[in-house]
């Protein structure tokens, strides 16, 4: 996209505030300036030329050919500029998502997967799925819930998570999912929150300066929790249990660290750790030739923490992950039921209902770092009993009065609602 | 009992529980919401009566007059359920279960008709049909504001948080608060509900419907509430409490402190209040913003302040002051020294010559009032002062006396968490205290800086420091009252208010 002034779309805003001064960068041989949302050395490209558009699509058909399952469409809401808008979401955007989705369809069949890579407000990010006549993405990120998780935990209790929920719309389509994720390959972003939160969270979880980027924060889940051990495994029952398709970022499934002394993004993106090896089992190059060094501190390096290890231990992460994951396949419940947030009468407890057909699930999670108790009223359960979900453990039934639960530190439980003879 | 001199008991003998009489009458004076436990009792006689539903179970609406001899007459209500036994309502307990009459039939089971959601749902079919029910001296009007579907699968759940009124709630629809005691007279909650929700003012639940007993040709008075639901939703009492344990669990493992890290403890808190305290002095001014509005009119509308109004508010609190003092109790003594400093607080308000508008307010505001919900912060109870006169409750005043409630609040909050947590022996408590009161000062400030940054450039309040002269008259006044209460009520709880006031006139 060239243009011989700077004057143009200037009601977009800079997204890479500590590198970028302006989307709009000189080139010397063009003689011209061209447009990048992002880095000046990514210029995006225009979609307005039929070309272009073709040419996408036949790249997609390339590695659909290969046979990949599907794409994340990176920064999705800016493929196209207008003047006099924010260039964000335009309509021309969407048009051409639902052509690339209706390519995928009519010539790939079903199985194959797209994306969006929105960092938007759900009420915006929405309009991603497109409707059942002109679907665009089968999943969209949820970005505002994660950083409201972290808040959440940091403050023990659970409004900055269940406003966030109240505010997300619908699925407006059959085959639409949320994508929910704790962390990802880019910052913690803090986008989508207000300026006092934003303050809030850089305090509470960038203390270094050097952890911040852009808006957001540039570490890993396990750093960003001490290395709490209760508090990635109550992060992950929410993510596991929370209306959406959980994405998990490679590394965090160990708990690995993360290298806050690394420039721009790649603190959190070092070699996978999979084994006490050399450069952590990632590679047999030199240690000198590798892009990114492994970790290699006493904490979070390849040789404490790697995949290997993790393996050969029962209570590790992994393998505690490994179980709850299968749980959750298990049970269509979590990735097709309705969620209803419970009226807990502890703040510190974040309780909710996934309902699939005729099984529900309870789901209750302790944000404090000390003991609650908490009072639900399961009323509507009145004779069901309470079967937590990974030791079949039978709880008191449930009667017309409050269902009294205590909860450990950082605890959280999943039960199956069932029916007793 | 001879029943034929008791004409409670023959009033009752048509429904067959003229046995039940005694039963009624002591269960009403042990009701937790029974008011007149400080005075003497002279005569409890049923007062009016009719029949909301006629079998399975039989709901009677009826009123009981308390003559005592020391104090003027009160009107309580008392919804009865009737069912034949055996029936599993029989195991409700005590506090619900009156009494049990051998009739004719067999044995009947008398019971709190709240309590039992097949009897209480017809007090929501009463609203949702505008039913009008003749009672044998006077009517029960039922009426409704949206529409009221009595059908839904969720029943009506009596609440264990009984005080001058009962609450049922369905599951997450509505909620009913039924008044215990029958004032004469307009209701100031249904009044405020109405004037808040012709505002649009979206932080208070919604006013679904409202059921009012009128004796006579006589004003109707209010019985009972119907309420959206909030569902979701966390008293601000309780989510203050949880920010204190996580601040005193902190302050505790940092050890002594200086001044300058209690501060920072405060500042850095994980489970820091100050954006919930700053939300909520936003959400208070609009409250007092909606209330200030010149379309009000008769004892709605506000009023401009002026000397003479400040000089009689100067001049009620320095009686209020004074009366606490003529108290023999020690721990007044060093209030009874400092009286002339805390005169001069009072006195302030004398020397201004614009205090701003005075209000209808919420008038008994603090953390229990205000629930945190997904949509934010809600406010309830727009009873007033419990304690108060009708008329007293809808005098005009400064809205800064609501801030002072609030702010005062703080205050206890902080002490609460820290009595729940150890005994003043305990070592750690001069440091924790500290802690909590750094805590209590980093959210009065927080709250009060986003609730002038709202009413800026309105007339509500004086331009200025003005305002904070009305807000410390206030906070003092308020105090002075606590002291008092504390006294009467939790002699244990009188050093918070007294410590305020120590620290307000070194």
Not at chain 1, 253 to 267: F, H, K, S, T, V
Not at chain 2, 130 to 146: A, D, Q
Not at chain 2, 209 to 227: D, F, K, M, T, V
Request: charged fraction near 25%; hydrophobic fraction near 40%; aromatic fraction near 10%.
């Amino acid at each position: 996209m060239w243009s011989d002034t700077k004057n143009r779309y200037t009601d977009a805003r800079i997204i890479f505030v500590d590198t970028e001064t302006s989307n709009w960068t000189w080139d010397d041989g063009a003689g011209a300036y061209y447009w990048h949302r992002f880095f000046s050395h990514q210029p995006d490209l225009n979609y307005d030329n039929p070309k272009v558009r073709e040419e996408m699509v036949d790249i997609c058909r390339f590695w659909l050919d290969v046979g990949i399952d599907g794409f994340r469409l990176d920064a999705v809401p800016y493929l196209y500029a207008r003047d006099g808008t924010n260039c964000e979401n335009l309509p021309e955007t969407h048009a051409f998502i639902a052509e690339l989705r209706a390519t995928l369809d009519r010539e790939y069949g079903g199985g194959r997967v797209l994306l969006a890579e929105a960092n938007q407000w759900p009420e915006d990010v929405v309009d991603y799925f497109g409707t059942e006549e002109s679907p665009e993405c089968h999943v969209c990120f949820h970005f505002p819930l994660m950083p409201r998780i972290f808040m959440g935990l940091r403050r023990e209790q659970r409004y900055p998570i269940t406003e966030i929920l109240e505010r997300t719309p619908a699925l407006p389509t059959v085959s639409a999912q949320w994508g929910i994720f704790l962390r990802n390959h880019d910052e913690l972003t803090l986008e989508m929150v207000t300026d006092e939160e934003r303050d809030y969270m850089w305090q509470e979880y960038a203390r270094d300066p050097r952890m911040k980027l852009n808006l957001g924060i540039r570490r890993r889940l396990a750093p960003l929790v001490n290395n709490g051990r209760r508090q990635m495994e109550l992060f992950y029952g929410m993510l596991l249990s929370l209306p959406g398709s959980p994405i998990l970022y490679y590394g965090d499934e160990i708990g690995m660290g993360d290298n806050i002394y690394l420039g721009d993004r790649d603190g959190v993106r070092t070699p996978m750790q999979w084994s006490a090896d050399r450069n952590g089992g990632f590679s047999h190059a030199d240690f000198a030739q590798l892009y990114l060094p492994p970790l290699m501190d006493p904490v979070y390096g390849y040789q404490s923490v790697n995949v290997e290890a993790q393996r050969r231990s029962e209570t590790s992460m992994l393998q505690w992950l490994r179980r709850f994951v299968a749980v959750r396949r298990r049970w269509p419940v979590f990735g097709l039921g309705s969620f209803e947030s419970l009226n807990a009468t502890n703040p510190s407890v974040f309780a909710y209902l996934r309902v699939h057909e005729d099984h529900a699930v309870l789901c209750v999670n302790n944000l404090s770092r000390f003991a609650q108790p908490v009072e639900l009223d399961l009323r509507r359960f009145a004779g069901m009993t309470p079967v937590e979900m990974l030791g079949k453990v039978h709880f008191p039934k449930i009667r017309e009065l409050p269902y009294l639960l205590t909860l450990a530190p950082h605890g959280f439980y999943w039960f199956s609602l069932e029916s007793m003879p | 009992m001879a029943l034929n001199t008791d004409p409670s008991a023959m009033r009752l003998e048509q429904f067959g529980i003229a046995g039940a009489t005694g039963d009624i009458r002591s269960w009403l004076l042990r009701a937790r919401w029974f008011g007149g436990r400080q005075h003497r009792v002279a005569l409890v006689e049923l007062d009016d009566l009719a029949v909301l539903r006629p079998a399975d179970p039989t709901v009677l609406f009826t009123l009981w007059r308390v003559d005592y001899a020391d104090a003027p007459t009160e009107t309580y209500s008392l919804p009865l359920g009737i069912r034949p036994t055996p029936h599993p309502i029989a195991d409700l307990g005590a506090d619900h279960l009156i009494g049990t009459v051998a009739a004719a039939a067999g044995t009947l089971l008398v019971y709190d008709a709240l309590a039992d959601p097949e009897a209480a749902i017809e007090l929501w079919r009463m609203l949702a049909e505008e039913r009008e029910v003749e009672t044998g001296s006077g009517r029960l009007i039922g009426r409704h504001l949206v529409g009221i579907d009595p059908g839904i699968a969720d029943r009506p759940r009596l609440l264990d948080v009984e005080q001058s009124n009962s609450a049922v709630v369905r599951g997450h629809v509505d909620f009913l608060k039924w008044s215990r005691r029958i004032e004469p007279g307009p209701s100031v909650e249904l009044e405020m509900a109405q004037t808040l929700g012709e505002r649009h003012f979206a932080h208070v639940p919604a006013l679904h419907g409202h059921l009012s007993y009128r004796r006579g040709a006589g004003a109707p008075a209010l019985q009972a509430l119907l309420h959206a639901y909030l569902h979701n939703g966390t008293q601000g009492w309780t989510l203050a409490l949880t920010s204190l344990r996580d601040l005193y669990a902190s302050a505790e493992e940092d050890g002594a402190g200086s001044a300058l890290e209690r501060w920072e403890l405060v500042d850095d808190q994980g489970g820091s209040f100050q954006g919930e305290a700053a939300r909520l002095g936003t959400v208070t001014a609009e409250l007092h913003l909606a209330l200030a509005d010149p379309a009000l009119s008769g004892v709605l509308a506000p009023e401009a302040v002026g000397p003479a109004q400040l000089a009689a508010w100067a001049d009620a609190m320095t009686g209020q002051l004074d009366r606490l003092l003529t108290s023999g109790d020690p721990a007044i003594a060093p209030l009874r020294e400092r009286r002339e400093t805390l005169v001069t607080k009072f006195d302030a308000l004398r020397r201004l010559g614009n205090g701003g508008l005075a209000i209808r307010v919420h008038g008994d505001y603090h953390l229990g009032q205000v629930i945190r919900t997904d949509e934010g912060w809600k406010i309830i109870d727009f009873e007033g002062e419990p304690a108060g006169e009708v008329e007293a409750r809808r005098r005009r005043s400064s809205p800064l006396r609501d801030v002072a409630g609030m702010l005062r609040s703080f205050d206890y909050a902080a002490a609460a968490a820290l009595t729940e947590r150890m005994r003043p022996h305990d070592p750690l408590w001069h440091h924790l205290s500290a802690a909590g009161e750094a805590w209590a000062l980093a959210n009065r400030d927080a709250l009060w800086a986003a609730y002038l940054e709202r009413v800026d450039g309105t007339a509500l309040l004086p331009m200025g420091g003005d305002a904070l002269v009305i807000r410390r008259a206030f906070e003092v006044n308020k105090a002075v009252y606590e002291v008092g209460y504390e006294l009467g009520h939790r002699p244990g709880w009188v050093g918070i208010p007294l410590r305020f006031l120590l620290a307000a006139t070194p």
